[in-house]
């Protein structure tokens, strides 16, 4: 599955087929001239043969730079999403934005992917997990980049993780609310962290090495051409923000439906 907001490189045939063949061979070439300065008789052209290697080094740099560069601009797609999911925000919050609890960045909508894990690992190591769950996008901008990904299982409920892993396993708008505060004091005891953990379907020893300020995390799946395709989960430091209803209602439909329409070619 390739990245959601990566989009197709447009390049004439010929500069593709020249960023191609750098960057495929310019590693074969640097081995090569490795292997030829081994020789006693080309001893004394080693910093020749250097100059050599950095130069096409720095071309296969180069060529790799421009490829990502064209792949990260260029995605009207990303922007649109984040201006569905600030709609979706400003139309679910039970208060306005600005009289909600906490700052504007402790209220947040993340949009995650659904990526299937590789059959290799499911078949070498133990399968503790089928899919994770990977973050895309988040709103709004301001907060931190979402990092976190949640590994579930397909079968098992007790193998899925965070409240993302309820809404995976039960298939079904998922709420916890009314989350102890970590941070109403310096340090949280773990009799605080263990219950934040059991009401959030979490692990205290990774809760523990940042702190989230969410009071109330929900979810809801989003489907594309019938299967499930992510989720958005929906996470405010206001333990009042929204309710399970609000999540099933008829604005929070409507923008998944508009969501769903954007990723029903070419994405899973």
Same mark, same amino acid.
């Given at each position: 599955?390739?990245?959601?907001?990566?989009?197709? %490189?447009?390049?004439?045939?010929?500069?593709?087929?020249?960023? @191609?063949? /750098?960057?495929? @061979?310019?590693?074969?070439?640097?081995?090569?001239? @490795?292997?030829?300065?081994?020789?006693?008789?080309?001893?004394?052209?080693?910093?020749?043969?250097?100059?050599?290697?950095?130069?096409?080094?720095?071309?296969?740099?180069?060529?790799?730079?421009?490829?990502?560069?064209?792949?990260?601009?260029?995605?009207?797609?990303?922007?649109? %999403?984040?201006?569905?999911?600030?709609?979706?925000?400003?139309? /679910?919050?039970? &208060?306005?934005?600005?009289?909600?609890?906490?700052? &504007?960045?402790?209220?947040?909508?993340?949009?995650?992917?659904?990526?299937? *894990?590789?059959?290799?690992?499911?078949?070498? /190591?133990?399968? &503790?997990?089928?899919?994770?769950?990977?973050?895309?996008?988040?709103?709004?901008?301001?907060? &931190?980049?979402? *990092?976190?990904?949640?590994?579930?299982?397909?079968?098992?409920?007790?193998?899925?993780?965070? %409240?993302? @892993?309820?809404?995976?396993?039960?298939?079904?708008?998922? %709420?916890?609310?009314?989350?102890?505060?970590?941070?109403?004091?310096?340090?949280?005891?773990?009799?605080?962290?263990?219950?934040?953990?059991?009401?959030?379907?979490?692990?205290?020893?990774?809760?523990?090495?940042?702190?989230?300020?969410? *009071?109330?995390?929900?979810?809801?799946?989003?489907?594309?051409?019938?299967?499930?395709?992510?989720?958005?989960?929906?996470?405010?430091?206001?333990?009042?923000?929204?309710?399970?209803?609000?999540?099933?209602?008829?604005?929070?439909?409507?923008?998944?439906?508009?969501?769903?329409?954007?990723?029903?070619?070419?994405?899973?």
């Amino acid at each position: 599955m390739r990245h959601l907001w990566k989009e197709p %490189v447009k390049l004439p045939r010929f500069w593709r087929y020249v960023l @191609g063949s /750098l960057q495929i @061979g310019g590693p074969v070439a640097i081995t090569l001239i @490795g292997i030829y300065t081994r020789k006693p008789s080309q001893s004394k052209n080693l910093e020749l043969w250097l100059a050599v290697s950095l130069v096409i080094a720095g071309l296969c740099s180069i060529a790799i730079l421009i490829l990502k560069v064209l792949e990260m601009t260029g995605t009207p797609k990303k922007r649109f %999403v984040d201006c569905l999911l600030e709609h979706l925000g400003t139309e /679910l919050w039970r &208060r306005t934005p600005d009289k909600l609890h906490g700052p &504007r960045h402790q209220h947040r909508i993340t949009l995650f992917q659904l990526k299937r *894990r590789n059959w290799i690992l499911r078949k070498l /190591l133990q399968e &503790r997990w089928t899919h994770t769950l990977v973050p895309r996008t988040r709103v709004p901008r301001s907060g &931190r980049r979402p *990092r976190r990904v949640f590994r579930v299982h397909d079968h098992y409920e007790e193998h899925c993780e965070g %409240v993302a @892993g309820l809404v995976f396993a039960r298939d079904h708008v998922v %709420v916890a609310s009314h989350l102890p505060d970590l941070h109403a004091e310096t340090r949280v005891s773990d009799e605080v962290g263990q219950q934040y953990a059991r009401l959030t379907n979490d692990n205290w020893r990774v809760l523990r090495k940042d702190p989230c300020y969410s *009071r109330i995390i929900g979810g809801v799946s989003i489907y594309v051409e019938g299967e499930r395709w992510g989720m958005l989960i929906m996470d405010s430091s206001d333990p009042e923000a929204f309710t399970p209803k609000d999540l099933s209602g008829s604005i929070a439909k409507r923008v998944l439906r508009v969501i769903s329409s954007l990723f029903d070619e070419g994405t899973s």
